[in-house]
C-alpha cells in the first residue's frame, strides 16, 4: 500500500455523547453525534529511512512512531495495523479544530484520521483506528471511533455497533471546564466503585433506559422530554462518581440560562458538558462564557 493512494487531506470528526456514556462500557446503548469540528491529516512526506513521525501544532505534539508517549504507542499500533511501513516512514501532520483530552474524542479522531491516511474501507479505519484509541483507553466501547469515522447521530452499542439515525442535526451548546483528565482513569473508577457497591449498576440501568426515552424524543423532535432525559443522565452520572463541582456549576449555568436539558459529555471527571437550548444556544453559550469557560455552539449530526 502506498499514500500515493491516499494524497489528500482525511477527515474525522469530533464527538458528543448526548446520553448513555459508562453505561455503553457495561453493554448499554448510547446515543450520539459527530461534531461538525475535528482532525484533518495529510502525508507530508515519505521516505525510505528513519522512523515515521506525526505532527499535532495545536496540540504542541511533534513525535516519532518509536517515542514513549501514549500518541506515539497510537501511531504505531496504527501503522503496524494498517501495515503501512513497509520499508518507508512517513510524516504525518494533523490539524485539530477540537480540544485533547476534553470528553470531545479527540484521541479517537486523530486515530482515525491516522487510518484514513492508509485505509480502503471504514471496516479497516474503524479496526485500525480502535487499536490505537486501545493504546489511550484500556478498553474503549468504541462509541468514539464508531461517531468519529460514520458521523451522524445515531446509537452504538458495544454488541451490534453503530445505527444511523434520520433526523435532523441539532444545535447544542459546549462548555470546556479546563480540567483535563483521563478517560481510562474515569473508566477504572466507576469499575472500582462498582466492585465495592454492586448496586450502583441501578445507575447503569437508569441510563439505559433514559437513553432509550431519549432516542425517542430526538426522533419526535421532543426537545422538553430530550432536555429532561439529559438532566436525569447527569444525576446518575453525579451519583457514579464522574461530575466535579465545576461540571455541576456549569450545568446550572446553562440551565439558568434557559436550557431545557445539560449534563456532563464523555467521561467526566472535567472535560466538557453540552446543553440542549432550542432558540437559546447564544444565551446560554454567552453565560457560560461570562462564568469563564470556553463555549461554542456545534451541530451534532455532522457528516460531510
Ligand atoms: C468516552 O467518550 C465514553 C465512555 O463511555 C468510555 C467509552 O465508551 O469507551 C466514558
Not at 42 to 66: C, K, M, Q, Y
Not at 129 to 137: D, L, M, S, T
Not at 211 to 219: D, V
Request: proline share 4%.
Amino acid at each position: 500500500m502506498t499514500s500515493q493512494n491516499n494524497p489528500t487531506p482525511k477527515e474525522a470528526w469530533g464527538k458528543l455523547i448526548l446520553l448513555g456514556e459508562h453505561a455503553v462500557v457495561y453493554g448499554h446503548t448510547a446515543l450520539a453525534g459527530a461534531m461538525d469540528r475535528g482532525i484533518r491529516t495529510t502525508i507530508t512526506s515519505e521516505s525510505f529511512s528513519g522512523p515515521s513521525r506525526l505532527r499535532v501544532p495545536a496540540w504542541n505534539i511533534d513525535l516519532h512512531s518509536e517515542d514513549c508517549h501514549p500518541v506515539a504507542y497510537a501511531f504505531r499500533a496504527i501503522l503496524e495495523k494498517a501495515d503501512a511501513l513497509g520499508g518507508r516512514a512517513f510524516t504525518i501532520r494533523a490539524k485539530a479544530n477540537i480540544a485533547p483530552a476534553a470528553g470531545l474524542g479527540s484521541s479517537a479522531a486523530l486515530c482515525v484520521a491516522i487510518a484514513r491516511c492508509f485505509s480502503h474501507s471504514l471496516e479497516e479505519t474503524t479496526r485500525w483506528a480502535n487499536a490505537g484509541e486501545a493504546c489511550f483507553h484500556d478498553s474503549p466501547s468504541g462509541v468514539d471511533v464508531a461517531l468519529s469515522a460514520q458521523g451522524g447521530i445515531g446509537t452504538y452499542c458495544k454488541t451490534t455497533g453503530f445505527s444511523a439515525l434520520s433526523c435532523p442535526s441539532l444545535p447544542l451548546v459546549v462548555a470546556l471546564s479546563g480540567v483535563d483528565r483521563s478517560t481510562a482513569d474515569m473508566v477504572r473508577g466507576v469499575a472500582s466503585r462498582l466492585k465495592a457497591n454492586p448496586g450502583l449498576t441501578a445507575l447503569l440501568e437508569d441510563i439505559a433506559t433514559t437513553t432509550l426515552t431519549g432516542k425517542r424524543a430526538l426522533l419526535d423532535g421532543n426537545w422538553e422530554v430530550l432536555g429532561a432525559c439529559m438532566n436525569q443522565c447527569q444525576r446518575n452520572l453525579s451519583d457514579l462518581g464522574v461530575s466535579l463541582n465545576t461540571l455541576d456549576t456549569m450545568v446550572a449555568t446553562a440551565m439558568n440560562a434557559g436550557a431545557l436539558g445539560a449534563k456532563l459529555t464523555g467521561a467526566g471527571g472535567g472535560g466538557a458538558i453540552i446543553a440542549l437550548a432550542p432558540g437559546r444556544e447564544s444565551e446560554v453559550a454567552t453565560a457560560l462564557r461570562q462564568q469563564g469557560f470556553t463555549s461554542f455552539i456545534t451541530t451534532l449530526g455532522h457528516s460531510e
